[in-house]
């Protein structure tokens, strides 16, 4: 892979995890003006245990690769890596943190969800360029 397209990737890649960030924290928003502010709390954290471990993937993903193969494997590497790091931080902030699980989980999901379909739609605006 050339350099520009891993800059590319990597920039298009952050792109998606700020929007996901803004949607998260508008989730966090609504939660709270709906169940309250610790409920909102609640849902910051555990879409955070979720994000903060994609922002670290696609940082480490897009590092200069000397070939495509090279690339597909650590990229495959890191995702395995980057939901094991998020399920041991959900588990922590389920057991450390006095917040109601439900609003944890939530966020969590909202998040990982998030992240697929961002790259997903993301993905059919880039084809639908191409046609």
Not at 5 to 21: C, E, K, T
Not at 82 to 92: E, G, K, N, S, T
Request: with cysteine; glycine share 8%.
């Amino acid at each position: 892979m050339t350099n520009a397209a891993i800059q590319m990737g990597r920039r298009n890649a952050l792109q998606i995890v700020y929007q996901q960030f803004l949607l998260l924290a508008l989730c966090a928003v609504v939660a709270a003006l709906v169940a309250g502010g610790h409920a909102g709390v609640a849902v910051l954290t555990g879409s955070l245990a979720c994000w903060v471990p994609t922002l670290l993937f696609v940082q480490l993903a897009f590092i200069n690769q000397s070939s495509a193969k090279t690339f597909i494997v650590l990229f495959t590497l890191g995702e395995v890596l980057r939901l094991i790091v998020a399920a041991v931080l959900l588990m922590c902030v389920l057991r450390m943190l006095a917040l109601d699980a439900r609003f944890v989980i939530g966020g969590f999901m909202v998040a990982l969800a998030s992240f697929w379909i961002a790259a997903g739609v993301y993905g059919l605006k880039r084809k639908a360029v191409q046609l």
